[in-house]
């Protein structure tokens, strides 16, 4: 199933579409890969296994899993058995309003399954098999078609996501319906701008709050402080950056945003717990 494997990271041939459909009946295990794809995983019949970072997930038929873009992941099959495996580009949501952002907030990965949520189940079963539908009739506007109804399933899972952990639930209903698109605008500047000298007076000034304000609504909406949030996004581009040997560890800091090599190198050691050097060593040695 993998065909362009480079240390870790995997370019999906997506062909000339922006999303990749495969009926997987192989009886082989995938050691710990990425790509900027968004992955879901379907078993059809038998179970399947499925790691990301360091939680592992065994998928029961007709379970649901959800891997987010750019997660280091593994895959284990059984001897016998089928699944349906769907990756599609993040570019699909970047040109969404709100969507590139919402994809941030989402966890490493997500797994659907009866105990979770029967009724999420239901809807995301029934969208993702709209999808398997419209890719496999091929028919007019089907990609169209497809595009929507990933973007419907994403929703249902962003939205379950924040019904599980309600932000700024000490509001008024409008009052919160402002606050989330606001920080979901900070979101998307972050996610275009985390390259530059991205500053807190900044950010704040985009969602129209002081800096004491925003840092605390921030938090509640992100998890994380800014500084962290914007940290992570730098690091997400920088791990895809060292997957390339001909760039320097100096030149891959200074175009992830980082002031310096030394604060990108104990960033990355806190966030990895290896130097990046020994990180791309280790995508190398796979």
Not at 50 to 58: K, L, Q
Not at 116 to 140: D, H, M, Y
Not at 166 to 190: A, D, G, H, L, W
Request: aromatic residues 12%.
């Amino acid at each position: 199933m993998i065909k362009d494997l480079d240390g870790m990271k995997e370019t999906i041939a997506y062909g000339s579409s922006l999303f990749r459909l495969m009926l997987n009946q192989e009886a082989e295990n995938y050691p710990p890969h990425w790509h900027t794809g968004i992955e879901i995983i379907m078993p059809l019949e038998n179970s399947y296994e499925a790691e990301v970072g360091n939680t592992r997930y065994s998928l029961a038929e007709n379970d649901l899993l959800f891997i987010n873009s750019g997660e280091i992941h593994s895959l284990k099959a059984p001897e016998t058995g089928c699944r349906l495996i769907f990756q599609v580009s993040p570019s699909v949501f970047y040109t969404t309003p709100g969507m590139g952002s919402s994809l941030l907030l989402l966890p490493e990965a997500i797994w659907v399954n009866p105990s979770v949520s029967p009724e999420l189940l239901a809807q995301t079963s029934a969208k993702f098999k709209e999808i398997v539908r419209e890719v496999q009739s091929n028919g007019l506007l089907s990609e169209a078609w497809v595009f929507a109804s990933v973007i419907q399933l994403v929703l249902l899972l962003v939205r379950h996501s924040f019904s599980r952990s309600p932000r700024f639930t000490n509001v008024s209903p409008t009052s919160r319906r402002e606050y989330m698109e606001k920080f979901t605008m900070v979101c998307q500047f972050i996610q275009t701008s985390f390259q530059e000298n991205l500053t807190l007076d900044q950010a704040a000034a985009v969602a129209g709050f002081s800096k004491y304000h925003f840092s605390r609504l921030f938090k509640e909406f992100t998890g994380s402080t800014f500084q962290e949030y914007l940290t992570r996004q730098r690091l997400r581009h920088a791990e895809e950056l060292l997957a390339d040997s001909s760039i320097s560890v100096t030149d891959i800091a200074m175009a992830s945003g980082f002031s310096s090599v030394s604060n990108f190198n104990r960033s990355f050691r806190m966030y990895n717990h290896c130097s990046p050097s020994q990180f791309r060593k280790k995508q190398q040695n796979v």
